[in-house]
């Protein structure tokens, strides 16, 4: 993952490079099941994805928690309406 800037920080925003990088290490899908092109990690390792973030940009791992932990639901779906909604990359 590259360094955050001091500017990513002043603008308190996560940019769209950053983000294309989290989706290109699919860490928004660390509890999706692989069926749907998760990670379908454990709570521990999932946990230490975000801490990772969180160290380079604590505004990154808020952006990353919410956005893994509402895909945590996947397995809570009927497996067709999971797969539609979940399988998209940038779920």
Not at 54 to 67: E, K
Request: charged share 25%; no cysteine; net charge negative.
């Amino acid at each position: 993952m590259r360094k955050i800037s001091i500017e990513d920080y002043k603008e308190s925003q996560v940019s769209d490079d950053l983000l294309e990088e989290l989706f290109k290490r699919n860490w928004f899908k660390l509890f999706v099941p692989r069926d749907y092109g998760g990670l379908e990690l454990d709570l521990k390792t999932a946990s230490q994805h975000i801490t990772e973030a969180s160290t380079h940009f604590g505004g990154l791992g808020w952006v990353l928690n919410l956005g893994a932990g509402a895909n945590w639901f996947s397995g809570f779906f009927d497996p067709e309406t999971a797969k539609t909604i979940f399988s998209p990359p940038k779920t």
